[in-house]
Nanobody, 115 residues
Framework: QVQLEESGGGLVQPGGSLRLSCLSSISIFSFNDMGWYRRAPGKERELVAM???????KYEDSVKGRFTISRDRVKNTVTLQMNSLQPEDTAVYFCYAAAGIDEYWGQGSQVTVSP
């Protein structure tokens, strides 16, 4: 059973930074795609950032230049560094991984950006 465990969420003031980390119970070499989604209150879940197997990545337009996704194949983690956070970034953030047709999700980590 694959498990993805998130950590690093919390409360931060506008302009601040947080780092989300997702630890996989298996080697991340098993996954093609790894990334982060978020669901803000009253909104649909949306893709925030995705890291692809061969090194490319994709970001939602509103986070480009502020968020950075990275994989650590030694630690079996995918990390989302979030800088210049704004209140509209407030959401539950979910770690995601895909291996072929199989998809896996973390339990979610709350990020709140508020003065």
């Amino acid at each position: 059973q694959v498990q993805l465990e998130e950590s690093g969420g919390g409360l931060v003031q506008p302009g601040g930074s947080l780092r989300l980390s997702c630890l996989s119970s298996i080697s991340i070499f098993s996954f093609n795609d790894m990334g982060w989604y978020r669901r803000a209150p009253g909104k649909e879940r949306e893709l925030v950032a995705m890291s692809y197997r061969y090194g490319s990545s994709k970001y939602e337009d509103s986070v480009k230049g502020r968020f950075t996704i990275s994989r650590d194949r030694v630690k079996n983690t995918v990390t989302l560094q979030m800088n210049s956070l704004q209140p509209e970034d407030t959401a539950v953030y979910f770690c995601y991984a895909a291996a072929g047709i199989d998809e896996y999700w973390g339990q979610g980590s709350q990020v709140t950006v508020s003065p």
